[in-house]
């Protein structure tokens, strides 16, 4: 989609912020040491802070994904076929360790009115409220960043789109240790779940409205007419 007419309605609009964690992140986790990497991902963390900030600036609620793995998951053992865990031989976020909050530089941005979805699964939508919470809000539109590209991401987004949701993907705030993963992932984002976009051109592309989303009173206007009746 190539167009500068705004389509990004902040009344119906969310941002995502998938597993900006120490486990993902963070240059002294289990994901570096075992020599998969984070740099890309450390990349990427100026252009996420700007993210969030335009989105408190326009008031589009803000969701955050906590990745938290159980060491004692009894559903992983279940497996006959390998899981990625058991390929790559050690595990992320693990609960009750210091990989499952967030980097520091992103914690002190998460303010009170923001949310905070834990997930034990890649997609954020997977058997969280985060769908309910959406609804409730009345979105139809998520802007989507974070780590990393070819799994968290892309299942959350695959998710979203199954659920009739527009998907806008900000490449410069997503990323992947692996580059090619990542530029596959963007190309079926593309093809099929959403647009592609890049931080530095996503003000334009959100409508101008008095209040965003997170302004709604929808409370007041069903007691309103409830006192009208």
Known sequence: MSSTTPYIDPRVAALLVIDMQNGFCHPESRMEKAGIGVANQRAIVPNVLRLVALAHEREIPVFWSKQTHFPEDVTRRRHRVPTHQAKQAWTPCLRGTWEVEF???????????????????????????????????????????????????????????????????????????????????????????????????????????????????????????????
Not at 133 to 142: S, Y
């Open 103 to 229: 980097i520091d530089e992103v914690a002190g941005e998460v303010h009170p009115e923001d949310y905070v979805i834990e997930k034990h699964r890649a997609s954020m939508f997977f058997q969280t409220t985060l769908d309910a919470k959406l609804r409730m809000l009345g979105i139809e539109q998520v802007i989507v960043s974070g780590t990393t590209t070819a799994f968290c991401v892309e299942t959350s987004i695959r998710d979203a789109y199954f659920r009739d949701l527009d998907v806008i993907a900000v490449e410069d705030c997503i990323a992947d240790p692996r580059p090619a993963f990542h530029a596959d992932t963007m190309a079926k984002v593309r093809q099929f779940f959403g647009v592609v976009v890049s931080v530095e051109e996503l003000p334009e592309l959100i409508m101008s409205t008095d209040e965003g989303a997170a302004k709604q009173d929808v409370l007041e206007e069903v007691l309103a007419e409830a006192h009208a009746s």
